[in-house]
């Protein structure tokens, strides 16, 4: 009878975790659609020019800070310790410590972000010298001249990221979700309303940014209200704050290792030559379009699950959310992988070749995401397998996998750059995600041991099996269509269309002729919903 009683516990979590992790996914397939969209208008008016890059290298850099500061110091020490204080101190308590952490966080972003104003010349030409290649000098003026315009962002989404945290601890997670929609939305209408009038289109999709960044903030302070917090300029500095600094630390360091990958990633790039930075993000954008709606989703949504189960020290329930979460990583991702590995070069042409966006642009940015894609499934499981190590509150471990993740993937770049130049970077990104996956996997035994058991192997071979019937059936149609020499948007839409279609359908159509487990779920859900 417990074990009945545990299984339909563990079944109702899942069942949760699953609910939260479509709801949310839904908002983010919106934000991503758009962040698509946003690409689709950088293509346009900037293509892969000096511009493109510049933008590129500008709004990477605050970006940077706000993965390192923000999203790092959110899943690391504030969400962990919040939903300690709720689970055992109550609500009043897990506030009134988060608005001591934000009080913290407002005085030291406007330091930051003044100090990165001031000093954007240096940043530049630091980010230049490590790529060893010369700039030249007009496109390090412009990406100087973008980057101060651009600094102030890492403020507002930071604090953005607080509210974020305490509204994801309270489960509530739509609200933060949205916010990347109006980021999206800021971008896309300034370039679109400012940027044929300037010299510089660049600087149109920089004032987006900063817009972006306060509705970002804006946004969410209403609902953080709603929930009883109350902003009050208290600057003492509690013993939650503390606990959250000495985990922050090795995070700071862990985060740090992952940028200098990112940074070294895009100098070298920058090196190569105009529209390599672009082309590289470019495919990127379709990597993240599936690890923003599926994997950043599903993170986002166990990490309070995780945290409050570690807490409660339920340790069958910890390895149930892992093992699920594999399991339906696997599912979405192998597929996706296939699906855009055979038709890299269609889907950059019918997406971005537009406007400044030539043939070359496509075979520049197909090339890139010929190596991006393989990793696909790595990236998203190390997304998974990161916030376990939080929940427990350990910093450390995650940052010894992120140092070997740097080392493999600054080797590798300098060791392929010259012979794949973006491509090289690209299988580089690739092999370092890889090695991060690998070592977590190996670390993440000092905790609680989770194997590959019948149940998961059985998904995966599942998965497997209908992404192998899926890709038989896309190199087929594509043989069929001859799509590999069509061009553009009108060329592709009705081949491209049909090719998708089909192969959606068949992948499911195997799902449920092999009893595909997750599909099922899903299907069970989505059931339930509509009654």
């Given at each position: 009878?417990?074990?009945?009683?545990?299984?339909?516990?563990?079944?109702?979590?899942?069942?949760?975790?699953?609910?939260?992790?479509?709801?949310?996914?839904?908002?983010?397939?919106v934000s991503r659609v758009l962040g698509l969209i946003r690409e689709q208008v950088r293509a346009h008016?900037?293509?892969?020019?000096?511009?493109?890059?510049?933008?590129?290298?500008?709004?990477?850099?605050?970006?940077?800070?706000?993965?390192?500061?923000?999203?790092?110091?959110?899943?690391?020490?504030?969400?962990?310790?919040?939903?300690?204080?709720?689970?055992?101190?109550?609500?009043?308590?897990?506030?009134?410590?988060?608005?001591?952490?934000?009080?913290?966080?407002?005085?030291?972003?406007?330091v930051v972000s003044a100090l990165g104003a001031l000093g954007a010349g240096i940043i530049v030409s630091?980010?230049?010298?490590?790529?060893?290649?010369?700039?030249?000098?007009?496109?390090?003026?412009?990406?100087?001249?973008?980057?101060?315009?651009?600094?102030?962002?890492?403020?507002?989404?930071?604090?953005?990221?607080?509210?974020?945290?305490?509204?994801?601890?309270?489960?509530?997670?739509?609200?933060?979700?949205?916010?990347?929609?109006?980021?999206?939305?800021?971008?896309?209408?300034?370039?679109?309303?400012?940027?044929?009038?300037?010299?510089?289109?660049?600087?149109?999709?920089?004032?987006?940014?900063?817009?972006?960044?306060?509705?970002?903030?804006?946004?969410?302070?209403?609902?953080?209200?709603?929930?009883?917090?109350?902003?009050?300029?208290?600057?003492?500095?509690?013993?939650?704050?503390?606990?959250?600094?000495?985990?922050?630390?090795?995070?700071?360091?862990?985060?740090?290792?992952?940028?200098?990958?990112?940074?070294?990633?895009?100098?070298?790039?920058?090196?190569?030559?105009?529209?390599?930075?672009?082309?590289?993000?470019?495919?990127?954008?379709?990597?993240?379009?599936?690890?923003?709606?599926?994997?950043?989703?599903?993170?986002?949504?166990?990490?309070?699950?995780?945290?409050?189960?570690?807490?409660?020290?339920?340790?069958?329930?910890?390895?149930?959310?892992?093992?699920?979460?594999?399991r339906l990583t696997c599912f979405v991702c192998f597929p996706v992988t296939a699906g855009l590995w055979?038709?890299?070069?269609?889907?950059?042409?019918?997406?971005?070749?537009?406007?400044?966006?030539?043939?070359?642009?496509?075979?520049?940015?197909?090339?890139?995401?010929?190596?991006?894609?393989?990793?696909?499934?790595?990236?998203?499981?190390?997304?998974?397998?990161?916030?376990?190590?939080?929940?427990?509150?350990?910093?450390?471990?995650?940052?010894?996998?992120?140092?070997?993740?740097?080392?493999?993937?600054?080797?590798?770049?300098?060791?392929?750059?010259?012979?794949?130049?973006?491509?090289?970077?690209?299988?580089?990104?690739?092999?370092?995600?890889?090695?991060?996956?690998?070592?977590?996997?190996?670390?993440?035994?000092?905790?609680?041991?989770?194997?590959?058991?019948?149940?998961?192997?059985?998904?995966?071979?599942?998965?497997?099996?209908?992404?192998?019937?899926?890709?038989?059936?896309?190199?087929?149609?594509?043989?069929?269509?001859?799509?590999?020499?069509?061009?553009?948007?009108?060329?592709?839409?009705?081949?491209?269309?049909?090719?998708?279609?089909?192969?959606?359908?068949?992948?499911?159509?195997?799902?449920?002729?092999?009893?595909?487990?997750?599909?099922?779920?899903?299907?069970?859900?989505?059931?339930?919903?509509?009654?």
């Amino acid at each position: 009878m417990a074990d009945d009683t545990s299984a339909q516990s563990q079944h109702k979590a899942r069942k949760g975790l699953l609910k939260a992790a479509m709801s949310m996914s839904v908002i983010t397939m919106v934000s991503r659609v758009l962040g698509l969209i946003r690409e689709q208008v950088r293509a346009h008016y900037l293509g892969t020019s000096m511009g493109s890059d510049a933008f590129g290298i500008a709004f990477q850099i605050p970006n940077l800070l706000r993965r390192l500061l923000a999203e790092g110091a959110m899943s690391a020490g504030f969400i962990p310790v919040l939903s300690e204080y709720r689970a055992k101190e109550g609500d009043e308590k897990a506030l009134s410590f988060a608005r001591n952490f934000f009080n913290l966080s407002l005085l030291l972003m406007v330091v930051v972000s003044a100090l990165g104003a001031l000093g954007a010349g240096i940043i530049v030409s630091a980010f230049a010298w490590l790529g060893g290649e010369p700039i030249a000098p007009e496109a390090l003026e412009l990406t100087t001249d973008l980057t101060r315009w651009m600094f102030p962002y890492i403020a507002l989404v930071s604090w953005a990221a607080i509210a974020q945290g305490i509204l994801n601890t309270f489960k509530i997670f739509w609200v933060s979700a949205t916010t990347a929609v109006l980021l999206n939305i800021a971008i896309i209408g300034a370039a679109l309303i400012l940027a044929s009038g300037m010299d510089q289109p660049a600087f149109a999709f920089a004032i987006g940014v900063l817009i972006g960044g306060v509705f970002q903030f804006g946004f969410q302070i209403p609902f953080v209200y709603k929930l009883g917090f109350r902003w009050r300029p208290d600057f003492r500095m509690s013993a939650g704050v503390k606990r959250v600094l000495v985990l922050l630390v090795p995070t700071i360091f862990g985060a740090g290792v992952y940028q200098v990958n990112v940074l070294v990633s895009q100098a070298i790039a920058w090196g190569v030559g105009d529209g390599a930075v672009s082309s590289l993000q470019y495919s990127s954008r379709l990597l993240e379009l599936t690890l923003g709606v599926f994997a950043v989703a599903l993170s986002t949504v166990i990490l309070p699950a995780l945290a409050t189960h570690v807490a409660k020290e339920e340790t069958r329930e910890v390895k149930d959310t892992i093992g699920f979460s594999i399991r339906l990583t696997c599912f979405v991702c192998f597929p996706v992988t296939a699906g855009l590995w055979l038709m890299r070069h269609e889907t950059i042409s019918l997406l971005f070749e537009r406007g400044t966006f030539d043939t070359q642009s496509t075979s520049m940015t197909a090339f890139a995401l010929n190596f991006h894609i393989i990793g696909l499934t790595f990236i998203a499981l190390t997304r998974i397998f990161v916030p376990v190590f939080y929940a427990y509150k350990d910093t450390w471990r995650p940052l010894w996998a992120a140092v070997v993740s740097m080392v493999v993937n600054i080797a590798a770049c300098y060791l392929l750059t010259p012979y794949l130049d973006q491509g090289g970077i690209a299988l580089a990104n690739t092999l370092s995600a890889g090695a991060h996956l690998v070592v977590l996997m190996a670390l993440m035994g000092s905790h609680i041991h989770v194997g590959i058991d019948r149940k998961t192997m059985g998904s995966i071979l599942r998965s497997l099996l209908a992404t192998a019937t899926m890709a038989t059936t896309v190199f087929a149609l594509q043989n069929y269509f001859e799509t590999t020499s069509l061009t553009g948007f009108q060329s592709l839409l009705f081949p491209y269309s049909v090719i998708l279609i089909t192969a959606v359908t068949v992948f499911g159509l195997t799902c449920v002729f092999v009893k595909h487990p997750e599909l099922t779920e899903i299907a069970g859900i989505a059931r339930r919903r509509r009654k």
